[in-house]
C-alpha cells in the first residue's frame, strides 16, 4: 500500500548504487502538515489533523507493508495510491458547515490529487475512527455525496472509516431514502482500541479480592453534555452520588458551555419523556449541584486538558464497577471509545449510558458483558427515557448492597474481567478485516 502526503517530513535520505535513482527518501508517520489542508482559512481550527492511533500508526504497529510517498511521487508512478483525510474535532469543521467556515470536504485537497482520483489511480480515505457521529444529524452523507458529484470523482474511489459501528447499515439506509444505489464503501472501526494503553497507565492494579475498594463505582465526566447532566442529577436525586468516585465540572470550569437548566427540562420532557413527578425530582437535584457542589472533583482539578491519553490506577482499584457515559446517547449510532476500554484494561465491569446495543456490539467485537451479575436488559431498550431509568435503576440495585456482598459478587466475575482484558491486548480482528478490505 502506498499512501501520499502533501507535507511529509523527512526522516532519512539513503544512497543507493542505481544512477538512475541515486537515493531513497523514508518518511515519518506523522506529516509535516496534514492532507486536505491546503489553501485554509488562517482565523480557524485546522479540521485535519491528529487523532492517534492513525492508520499508519496501526500499519506500523502490526508490521504491514506500506510505503510513504510525497502526493508529487505518488503521482508520478504508475502504481494506485491511498490519500487520507484524517478528521480532527466535530464534522461541522471537515464539512465545511461551520458558520464563517469558506472549505468544503475536498476544498484542501490538490487539483493533481482529485484528477489522480477521476481517473481511478488514488482512492481518497476518510478517515474519522475516533468519533462516532450520527451522520443523518450532522448530514454527512449529503456532504460527501455533494461533494463527489461536483469533483466528478468515482464512488468506489471513496472510502468513509467511521467509529460509528453501524456506519455501514447507515450508508445503505441513506441510499435507500435517496434512491441511490451507487454507494461508496463505509468501514466501522475505532482506532481506540487499538491505542496502547500501557504507555498510557503502565502500572495495573487487579484487587482480586477487592482489599482497597471502598466505594461504590467510577463515573468520570469532562465535558458537561446533556445526557450525562441528566444522568448525574438523577444518581444525585437518589443519593447515589455519595461513597463514589464522580467527577463533573461546574459551568465555570467547563471547557464547554453548560446546557442551561431550560434545556435540561426541555430535554427531560421532549427527548427522555420521563413522568412529571421524577423530572421535578431530578430539576431540584440538578439545581442543589450547581449551587452546592459543583464542581465533583476526584483525580484533577483542571478541566481545559483532555485526559485521553492518561490513566490512574488507583481509580480502579478504590472503585467496584465503572458507569460509563459515552459521549453519544440519543444519536443513530453505536460508538465504543476510550471510555469502555480503560475500564477492560483495569479488570473493571461497567454499566454503558451509550446508545442502544452498545453491550450486543460489544459482544460481536468478542468480548463478554456481566449477565447475570449486572441486569444488561437496558441496552435493549431503544426509549431513551426508559433506558436511562433502567440503569439508574441497576446502579440503585448494586449500590444498596454492602461491600461485603460487592466484594463477593466482583470475585464472581473476575474471569470475565480476565477474560476482556487479554482479549483487549490480543484482538486485531477487526483491523485484520479493515486492512483486507482496503487492500
Given at each position: 500500500m502506498i499512501f501520499a502526503f502533501d507535507f511529509p517530513k523527512i526522516r532519512e535520505e539513503l544512497n543507493t548504487d542505481n544512477p538512475l535513482h541515486p537515493s531513497t527518501i523514508l518518511y515519518e508517520n506523522w506529516p509535516s502538515k496534514f492532507n486536505g489542508l491546503i489553501g485554509i482559512q488562517d482565523n480557524i481550527p485546522k479540521y485535519f489533523g491528529p487523532a492517534p492511533p492513525s492508520f499508519i500508526d496501526l500499519l506500523t504497529g502490526y508490521k504491514k507493508q506500506f510505503q510513504i510517498m510525497s502526493s508529487?511521487?505518488?503521482?508520478?508512478?504508475?502504481?494506485?495510491?491511498?490519500?487520507?483525510?484524517?478528521?480532527?474535532?466535530?464534522?461541522?469543521?471537515?464539512l465545511g458547515t461551520q458558520e464563517n467556515?469558506?472549505?468544503?470536504?475536498?476544498s484542501g485537497v490538490s487539483k493533481e490529487i482529485i484528477e489522480s482520483t477521476k481517473k481511478g489511480k488514488c482512492t481518497i480515505i476518510l478517515w474519522s475512527s475516533n468519533e462516532g457521529y450520527d451522520p443523518?444529524?450532522?448530514?454527512?452523507?449529503?456532504?460527501?455525496?455533494?461533494?463527489?458529484e461536483n469533483f466528478e470523482i468515482p464512488k468506489n474511489k471513496f472510502v468513509f472509516v467511521s467509529a460509528n459501528l453501524i456506519i455501514n447499515d447507515l450508508n445503505r439506509a441513506w441510499g435507500s431514502i435517496n434512491d441511490k444505489n451507487n454507494l461508496i464503501k463505509c468501514i466501522p472501526f475505532n482506532n481506540e482500541k487499538h491505542d496502547d494503553y500501557k504507555k498510557m497507565q503502565e502500572n495495573v492494579i487487579f484487587d482480586r479480592y477487592c482489599d482497597d475498594k471502598d466505594n461504590y463505582f467510577l463515573l468520570l465526566n469532562r465535558a458537561p453534555r446533556i445526557h450525562r447532566m441528566a444522568l448525574v442529577s438523577w444518581l444525585h436525586s437518589k443519593k447515589l452520588l455519595e461513597n463514589t468516585l464522580t467527577s463533573f465540572p461546574s459551568e465555570e470550569l467547563a471547557p464547554y458551555n453548560f446546557s442551561k437548566k431550560s434545556h435540561l427540562s426541555k430535554y427531560f420532557s421532549n427527548m427522555l419523556s420521563i413522568d412529571r413527578n421524577t423530572k421535578s425530582d431530578v430539576l431540584k437535584s440538578w439545581s442543589d449541584l450547581e449551587k452546592n457542589h459543583l464542581p465533583l472533583i476526584v483525580d484533577v482539578e483542571e478541566w481545559s486538558t483532555n485526559h485521553y491519553g492518561t490513566s490512574a490506577d488507583w481509580l480502579y482499584s478504590k472503585t467496584f464497577f465503572s458507569v460509563v457515559t459515552e459521549s453519544v446517547y440519543d444519536d443513530v449510532s453505536i460508538f465504543l471509545d476510550e471510555k469502555i476500554w480503560k475500564p477492560i484494561y483495569n479488570y473493571h465491569p461497567f454499566i454503558i449510558l451509550g446508545t442502544p446495543h452498545c453491550l450486543r456490539k460489544l459482544k460481536e467485537l468478542g468480548f463478554e458483558t456481566?449477565?447475570?451479575?449486572?441486569d444488561e436488559s437496558y441496552d435493549?431498550?431503544?426509549?431513551?427515557?426508559?433506558r436511562m431509568s433502567m440503569i439508574v435503576n441497576e446502579i440503585e440495585r448494586l449500590c444498596?448492597?454492602?461491600?461485603?456482598?460487592?466484594?463477593?459478587?466482583?470475585q464472581n466475575l473476575?474471569?470475565?474481567?480476565?477474560?476482556?482484558r487479554e482479549h483487549l491486548h490480543n484482538d486485531r480482528e477487526d483491523f485484520d478485516l479493515l486492512f483486507r478490505i482496503l487492500n
Open positions: 508529487e511521487e505518488a503521482i508520478s508512478l504508475c502504481k494506485p495510491f491511498y490519500y487520507i483525510l484524517e478528521t480532527q474535532g466535530p464534522p461541522e469543521g471537515w467556515y469558506h472549505n468544503t470536504l475536498l443523518f444529524q450532522y448530514k454527512i452523507f449529503d456532504k460527501i455525496y455533494e461533494e463527489l456481566f449477565h447475570p451479575f449486572i435493549e431498550e431503544i426509549n431513551h427515557g426508559k444498596k448492597m454492602d461491600f461485603e456482598m460487592l466484594k463477593d459478587w466482583y473476575s474471569h470475565i474481567l480476565e477474560y476482556n
